[in-house]
């Protein structure tokens, strides 16, 4: 069976490095917000480019902590609206609703799949004051025209980064250094995941990252002063610390990620299946490779019986989640076609290019 994603074979290249790291921290004693965790962040800081980075517990706590900072600055007020893709990951619609935002959900562009522009524009009320960008499937969505947008509305520019570790414009700024304030995740399938939960969030606000430092440890300001009512999302020490070591290789599986997904743009000609669209840039670290067909059961089972596993992102789009009825009036059709169509192909920086032959070659015969 090829799988979907091999996690054990992508953490195995780490196997040494890993077991002396956590001899280190095991001797180290410290095991909360420690020199792990330091470090982490000065590394991610230098590699996305940013002034700031700061470890946190995992993605939504990141994207949380954005929101509830620029309301404790009293940059956002409760009930401003805010625009998002109505295609992401449920996690970018519930830090909007926990934080007393009002997620407005924006259609898709219909061959990239990341929120479209001119749609962005019909939906700016008076209340608007932000947008939430998710770069979805690891492709950064057109930030010329969305920044263009957000200067001329005076809107705040939030990245929902979580699927985007190292992708890269044309001038080479990258995912996390595109907007006011980035969220990631680094949940292990991500393409800079952990071995548990963990996530970052970078800026280069010190006023916004000064007030999230605090948030993220129960609003102390020094040890047992609080200054604000804040949570528990730190970011694990030893999480942080294998993050570092794999953080190096971070680049080199980007590249490799995009060689398989070349070979498949390359190889697959069928024409029941829509292939992603893709400019052949560093835009895009191909966190997924995300195909619409039909019948998708029919393709999933078809591919399955032949020996591959694949993936589904996402089945149900937020507005139709029992979670979020409020919103299950929309009529959102393009979001719902690629709900109801999509399939994600294997895709990883280990992946044997026999294995990629072979996908190719089952998905031509279907
Ligand atoms: C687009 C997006 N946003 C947010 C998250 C939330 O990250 P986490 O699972 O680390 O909380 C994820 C990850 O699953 C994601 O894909």
Known sequence: MIKFLDLHKINARFDTPFQDE??????SGHYILGKGVTQFEADFLVYCGTKYAIGVSNGLDALSL????????????????VLVPANTYIASIIALVNSGLKPVFVEPNSSTYNIEPLAMEEHITTKTKAVLVVHLYGQLCNMKAIDYLCKTHSLLCIEDAAQAHGAEDDLGVKAGNLGDAAAFSFYPSKNLGALGDAGAITTNNEALAQVIKQLRNYGTSSKYVNDRIGVNARLDEIQARFLSIKLKALDADNSARRQVAKHYLQGIANPKVTLPYYDGAKDHVFHLFVVLVEERKKFVRYLNDNGVETGVHYPIPPHQQQA???????????????????????????????????????????
């Open 22 to 27: 956590f001899k280190d921290f095991l001797d």
């Open 66 to 81: 954005i929101f509830k900072g620029y309301l404790e600055l009293g940059v956002l007020k409760k009930g401003d609206e």
């Open 324 to 366: 979020l009825k409020t919103f299950s009036h929309l009529d959102l059709p393009i979001t719902e076609k690629i709900h109801e169509r999509c399939v994600s192909l294997p895709i990883s920086p280990v992946m044997d290019a026999a294995d990629v032959d072979k996908i190719i070659d089952l998905v031509n015969a279907y």
